[in-house]
């Protein structure tokens, strides 16, 4: 029975790898034909596929009366994005280059909303209200990468000088294995 789980966890990730793959192909032809920079297209969509399952735990765990468990995971999955998968990647690759205006953009507004919902949880707990503000802002951010992707088309598209250096990726790597 071991190799038969073993062999299906095997083909699972086999399939996964592909599917990234071929997901990756897609997002670069779609943001080519629609003139949409890969940033933008990555930031809407490859975002929501990897948020997926966290939705999905969290619907299934308000169902059952257990909301902190989709408190936990959304709080785990951030920290291991951040760290592990950024780490990695410029472990990987040994630099990640980036357009000097959205990096500095988008490293406030993704803070400011990775902290929103601990401000929120000030008052010990989440509201509906307080699900519903989430949602929308959520939604306004997505609106603004779409209405300023004629902007940034010029800057994503040119190679930038600016790298950040492998060890600025190794740092994330090990602070993400502590």
Do not use: C, Q
């Not at 299906?8 to 920079?37: C, M, N």
């Amino acid at each position: 029975m071991t190799w038969f789980y073993l062999s299906a966890l095997g083909i699972g990730l086999f399939a996964l790898i592909k599917s990234t793959d071929y997901l990756i192909e897609v997002i670069g032809t779609l943001g080519i034909k629609l003139r949409i920079p890969t940033f933008v297209l990555s930031s809407v969509f490859l975002a929501m596929a990897t948020s997926l399952p966290e939705l999905s735990i969290g619907v299934i765990s308000a169902l059952n009366h257990n909301p902190i468990l989709s408190l936990g995971n959304v709080l785990g999955a951030n920290i291991t994005n951040i760290t592990l998968v950024l780490g990695v990647t410029t472990v990987l690759t040994g630099w990640v280059s980036t357009g000097e205006r959205i990096i500095m953009k988008e490293l406030f507004v993704s803070e400011g909303m990775a902290l929103l919902p601990f401000v929120l949880l000030m008052d010990g707990s989440l509201s509906s209200r307080d699900g519903l503000a989430l949602v929308l802002i959520y939604l306004l951010y997505n609106l603004s990468l779409v209405r300023e992707r004629k902007t940034r088309m010029k800057k994503l598209h040119k190679p930038s000088k600016k790298k950040t250096s492998w060890l600025f990726g190794e740092l994330f790597f090990w602070l993400a294995i502590l």
